[in-house]
């Protein structure tokens, strides 16, 4: 097995560390060999192999290398560092434009599956009657008002004499902290499982950076106070439904990986449905320009 090249193909997703990461890991790796005795000159050379491909590991911080005495390398493990993608997802977030939307306005997201996409035009402040399409079919999102259901056509709970109640959902979120602790005490007490339920929390994140539209500082606080979900683990060389390439991160027991770009964290979507449109409209049917 070529371990230089292994080392490049797992670097190609993953950004460098910054210098003090890499001061860090080189005295770490002085102090080992200075405390290493002296053995017979072949058995040095081959530690000095694994030591020049510990440093090549260090500097990547893509693989971890775990010395096996005389035997072969260990099996190289994964890879970026969960926390450190989410908070850059965080960094980059706060970078975004915004540009609410106005209560009469509609967030537009188009999300693509294995097999299919859905079109969504969702009520910027869930009083205004939405849409959705998707696998040929096409049906409305009722608008609450009032505490009341209120839609035009088939759906319309009102057409056959009854009208249900209902909690109006914005898709323009300005109702959520914009600080990490604050956003962390907002999913403990909000998320949709039971206490300390990380697959609910996880799963309650995708769908607050799906449809919706979160201010910048809404959304970086989300991303930093999903990096202290314990349990998170990255996943190396991941695609988004789209074919996408990223990096992945997921929490225990939850089935969906959400997927960033390597090198910007920019949120593309999940490993199931990558969006790959997004904007605000003026009206249902609209796309953004």
């Not at 999903?226 to 996943?235: D, E, I, N, S, T």
């Amino acid at each position: 097995m070529d371990e230089l090249q292994l080392v490049r193909d797992r670097a190609a997703d993953v950004p460098l560390p910054d210098l003090a990461e890499l001061g860090a890991a080189r005295a770490r790796l002085l102090a080992a060999a200075a405390s290493e005795p002296r053995r017979k000159t072949g058995k040095r050379l081959r530690q000095a192999g694994a030591a020049t491909l510990g440093l090549a590991a260090a500097i990547t911080a893509v693989v971890t290398f775990v010395p096996t005495g005389d035997g072969p390398l260990a099996p190289p493990q994964a890879a970026a560092d969960p926390v450190r993608v989410l908070h850059g997802a965080a960094a980059e977030a706060l970078k975004l434009p915004d540009t609410p939307p106005r209560p009469d306005q509609f967030v537009y997201v188009k999300t693509q599956y294995a097999e299919s996409d859905r079109e969504a035009w969702i009520s910027a402040d869930g009083q205004h009657d939405g849409y959705v399409k998707q696998d040929g079919q096409a049906f409305p999102l009722p608008a609450c008002v009032d505490g009341k259901y209120r839609v035009e056509g088939a759906n319309n709970p009102a057409a056959n004499g009854t009208e249900e109640p209902c909690v109006v959902v914005p898709a323009y979120r300005t109702d959520l902290p914009t600080t990490t602790d604050a956003m962390i005490g907002y999913l403990n007490k909000n998320h949709s499982g039971d206490a300390g339920d990380v697959n609910a929390m996880g799963k309650d994140v995708q769908m607050l950076v799906g449809e919706t539209y979160l201010p910048p500082q809404t959304k970086a606080a989300l991303f930093d106070a999903a990096a202290k979900v314990p349990g998170l683990q990255a996943v190396d060389h991941v695609t988004d439904a789209a074919g996408r390439p990223g990096v992945g991160i997921t929490w225990p027991g939850n089935g969906v990986t959400l997927v960033f770009d390597a090198k910007t964290f920019t949120y593309l979507g999940t490993t199931q449905g990558a969006v790959v449109g997004y904007g605000i409209v003026d009206h249902v049917g609209q796309l953004p320009r």
